[in-house]
């Protein structure tokens, strides 16, 4: 764990976001200098910086970078250049509630400036808002940690989906941050990673932060869950998530839903795990969760020499699917274990 990778920083004396460039991972541990809004919403919208928690950060450094970049020389104008900048980021990935929730608190830091504050001292609480988001973020994941291990006893098989670990967030990560703490405290569980397709975000990134880690971890391929339970081997699921609705219905990476639907038929629970800031109690159901769609281009050929698929072919490549909050066992926040119903629940650990 002391060897872990840092996702994303702000480095003030280069002015720039640093990251780490996961669309290279396993084979190159390679940072990039972000220093333009530009720059940022390139990076999320290529993969780049990946996972909800992790956007938000990226997206609050992002608004500081295209307000300074911009160099306002009033208050109203700094206000106008932020503004347009956090609408801008918006757009980079729909599904992932946390890039508008940064982006929210960055517009509102900005609003809650004293009167009499210059345009200099409205970019530094603009920064420090932003480093207190990646703070936050670190904090609340180790609770999240926490809360998960507690469900789970020592020795278990745990099946895992996409990446929701470090480089998903800014530290422990979400869903594998019971089993990275599991490892410190010697749980000694054995974990199936999904590959994760098209992405392979569990095999490229799941398998290599667990594996760096020191945990027990094999992989298999999306389709072989079924047998896998089938033969005993898991005890529970963890996953992230990227947008809960109020009534727990709950997007993440496109797979999950099939996993949900497997872990209930084998009696097997189902957590899902993330922080109260991807909980959006606007949205009152899975219905109105936009999905993002991906280019076809993902299953066709982006990882293989030659194309695999007929030239031409049609594609259906969302990012994203909705498990139904019935299928959900528990949803796991920094604040605690949140259990159905999840209206009442979830409602309660956000406004509490």
């Known amino acids: ?45 290529i993969l780049q910086v990946r996972g909800a928690p992790a956007i938000g950060v990226a997206a609050a450094y992002g ?14 104008e700094l206000e106008k250049v932020l503004g347009e900048t956090c609408a801008y980021l ?27 504050w210059d345009v200099s001292a409205r970019l530094d609480a603009l920064l420090q808002e932003a480093d207190s988001i990646l703070q936050e973020d670190e904090e609340q994941n180790l609770c999240i940690a926490r809360h998960g291990l507690s469900l789970l006893q020592p020795g278990m ?78 005890q529970a699921v963890l996953v992230g998530c990227d947008r809960v609705a109020r009534n727990g219905d709950t997007a993440n990476k496109i797979g999950t839903l099939s996993l949900a639907i497997l872990a209930r038929h084998y009696g097997i629970p189902f957590y899902v795990l993330g922080p109260t800031s991807t909980v959006d109690l606007s949205c009152e159901s899975g219905k109105d969760i936009p999905i993002e769609e991906r280019p076809g281009e993902e299953i066709t050929s982006l990882w293989y020499r030659q194309p695999m698929a007929p030239q031409g072919v049609k594609t259906y490549n969302p990012a994203f699917d909705v498990t139904p909050a019935p299928l959900i066992s528990a949803i796991i ?20």
């Open 1 to 45: 764990m002391e060897d872990r990778l840092r996702p994303n920083w702000f480095d003030r004396e280069a002015g720039a976001l640093r990251i780490v460039d996961q669309t290279l991972l396993p084979g190159e541990v390679q940072y990039r200098e972000l220093k333009t809004a530009e720059e940022v919403w390139t990076a999320i919208r």
């Open 63 to 76: 608004a500081c970078l295209g307000a300074r970049e911009k160099n306002p020389q009033s208050p109203q």
């Open 90 to 116: 918006k757009t980079s990935r729909p599904t992932a509630v946390n890039l508008a929730w940064a982006l929210s608190r960055m517009e509102k830091c900005l609003a809650a400036c004293p009167h009499e």
């Open 157 to 234: 098989g745990l099946l895992t989906h996409c990446n929701a670990g470090e480089l998903a967030t800014s530290r422990w990560g979400t869903a594998l941050g019971p089993i990275l703490l599991g490892q410190q405290e010697g749980y000694g569980f054995h974990v199936y990673a999904d590959e994760t397709r098209p992405l392979l975000q569990g095999g490229r990134l799941t398998a290599f932060e667990l594996c760096r880690a020191g945990v027990d971890v094999t992989l298999q391929c999306d389709n072989m869950a079924a047998s896998l339970m089938a033969a005993g081997k898991v």
């Open 333 to 352: 926040t920094e604040k605690g274990v949140a259990q159905a119903p999840f209206t009442d629940s979830l409602t309660a650990m956000v406004q509490g």
